[in-house]
């Protein structure tokens, strides 16, 4: 009986395997050696766990149990974060009003400031700047959200709208500049008067839609659950090939109620992040 059930086996996975694929082939012959002989099923179902644990964690994916993999071939929603996920986390300067003798004084300003925003404009300045500025004396002090720095005598002030407002600075000039694929736009100013402006975006990363493009093939629905504000997922939504009802902006840390809240309305429901508050 055995040699028997074993010649069946075989020779079902020789023929489905020259007719149909590799992958049809081994269930067919585990399909009759489970029917044949269901006792079987306590050497395939550890042994098909630990392959699938192997393939994932070859993919960078930890599964904390059997059961977490079962879970996962039920998945119809996924939920992703933006920034870090989709995009690089790393910040660049995609377009500028300033003027060119204020590089120097720019990069001079940034350099030693440890920011992502104060990074991606030292990295963008040193680009553009023609001379490394000399000056007697150079104080810079971080305030909530941008710099102030008094280089021989005159104040500089480096930071984004909300900075300005508190200092009274008046930027509509500079608002009348429109950076469609900014996420952040911060101002230069010399005095009391905003002589620039630079915007600034972290870029998605590669592949970015296609993964979604995939997993829509896969028939998964997805849903983008960001911290961000609804004007920065909205640059992004374009390039991801995502819609508005397909967009939960500025949950911040209520993303596991954002969860829940799907998962209540009968999704099956998996998180993709990088950050403490995708956890």
Request: proline share 3%.
């Amino acid at each position: 009986f055995v040699r028997g059930v074993f010649v069946v086996a075989i020779v079902s996975a020789l023929v489905m395997g020259f007719l149909v694929s590799p992958i049809a082939a081994i269930q067919a012959g585990i399909s009759i050696l489970s029917a044949a002989c269901p006792c079987t099923l306590g050497l395939i179902i550890p042994l098909a766990y630990r392959v699938a644990e192997k393939k994932a964690l070859a993919r960078g994916i930890q599964f904390k149990d059997g059961k977490k993999i079962d879970a996962a071939g039920d998945i119809d929603t996924i939920a992703i974060d933006l920034n870090g996920t989709f995009t690089t986390g790393e910040l660049e300067v995609v377009g500028d009003t300033m003027p060119e003798e204020m590089w120097d004084y720019l990069w001079a300003i940034e350099k030693d400031v440890d920011h992502p925003f104060a990074k991606a404009l030292t990295r963008y300045a040193e680009s553009k700047k023609k001379n490394d500025l000399e000056c007697k004396s150079i104080a810079v002090t971080s305030l909530s959200s941008g710099v102030q720095a008094e280089m021989d005598g005159e104040t500089f002030y480096v930071g984004d709208a909300a900075m300005m407002k508190n200092l009274s600075i008046d930027i509509f000039d500079q608002q009348e500049v429109k950076f469609d694929t900014a996420q952040h736009v911060i101002y230069f100013v010399r005095g009391k008067k905003v002589v620039g402006s630079l915007a600034l975006r972290a870029p998605l990363r590669p592949g970015a839609k296609e993964v979604i493009q995939k997993l829509r093939e896969m028939g998964k629905k997805i849903v983008l659950v960001t911290g961000s504000a609804s004007e920065t997922a909205q640059i992004y939504a374009p390039e991801l090939g995502l819609s508005e009802n397909e967009i939960i902006a500025g949950c911040g840390w209520r993303k596991d109620k954002i969860v829940k809240s799907l998962m209540d309305a009968g999704k099956k429901v998996a998180m993709i992040g990088d950050g403490l508050n995708d956890s």
